[in-house]
């Protein structure tokens, strides 16, 4: 079982369209990571939150750790298909410990 | 400023054998993460070194098994491979403390 559970799992969408994505844990986490994975590549780092009920905002994407630190969102507003990739949510316990969740693969259609 | 580095990018070999792969750390980071991914699924967190020293890991067996040199860089040793261990390998490096992390672009590993 997966200590960070994502949803939704797949998601295909139409260009401009809004879309948001989860990231779920019944564990405390020290901080929380979003990158975004394409075929073949590592992932990239798009964001890291620390504080409780922290925003983050990147150009489109908005990142919100909750207040307990045990979940997260990913918010996308008007996406386009370069957005186009797997998602990932991922927490630190212990500072030298992470968890991944399973991935988001989204799909933006032209 | 390198980015994170992982050779080889594809290897094959057959169940049994033993395998090494090598990641070079982003420059002037002290931490290295290894991540074994299996298609579809998100990383699993295998070890960290931390200035040559083992200061983490997750649940693999001991046949998984690491080294940070002086200028930390790393390898991941895995002893008698078995089918199951064919998997994207990603390492990533970070600085102590700060909790962000660097991905190579892995090493794709397929045992026959």
């Known amino acids: 079982t997966q200590l960070l559970e994502q949803s939704p799992q797949f998601l295909s969408i139409q260009e401009g369209e809004n879309l948001t994505v989860y990231c779920n844990s019944s564990?405390?986490?020290?901080?929380l990571q979003w990158y975004r994975q394409e075929p073949g590549e590592g992932p990239v780092l798009l964001v890291t939150?620390?504080?409780?009920?922290e925003v983050k905002k990147l150009k489109r994407l908005t990142f919100q750790f909750g207040d307990a630190r045990k979940d997260s969102s990913l918010h996308i507003t008007a996406a386009q298909p370069g957005d186009t990739g797997l998602y990932l949510c991922?927490?630190?316990?212990?500072?030298?410990?992470?968890?991944f969740g399973s991935g988001t693969k989204l799909n933006v259609k032209p | 400023e390198t980015g994170v580095t992982q050779s080889p990018t594809h290897l094959i070999k057959t169940r049994g054998q033993q395998v090494t792969l090598r990641c070079s750390s982003q420059?002037?980071?002290?931490?290295v993460s290894w991540y074994q991914q299996a298609l579809g699924q998100g990383p699993q967190f295998i070890f960290q070194?931390?200035?040559?020293?083992?200061?983490g890991r997750g649940n693999f067996p001991p046949r998984f098994s690491g080294l940070q040199f002086p200028n930390y860089s790393s390898e991941l040793n895995v002893n008698a491979l078995e089918l199951d261990d064919s998997a994207l390998y990603l390492c990533?490096?970070?600085?102590?403390?700060?909790?962000?992390?660097?991905f190579g672009p892995g090493t794709r590993l397929l045992v026959l």
């Open positions: 420059s002037g980071h002290n931490t």
């Open positions: 991922a927490g630190a316990r212990n500072f030298n410990k992470f968890y």
């Open positions: 939150v620390v504080t409780g009920g």
């Open positions: 564990s405390v986490f020290s901080s």
């Open positions: 990533a490096s970070s600085l102590r403390g700060p909790e962000t992390q660097y």
């Open positions: 070194y931390y200035r040559e020293e083992e200061n």
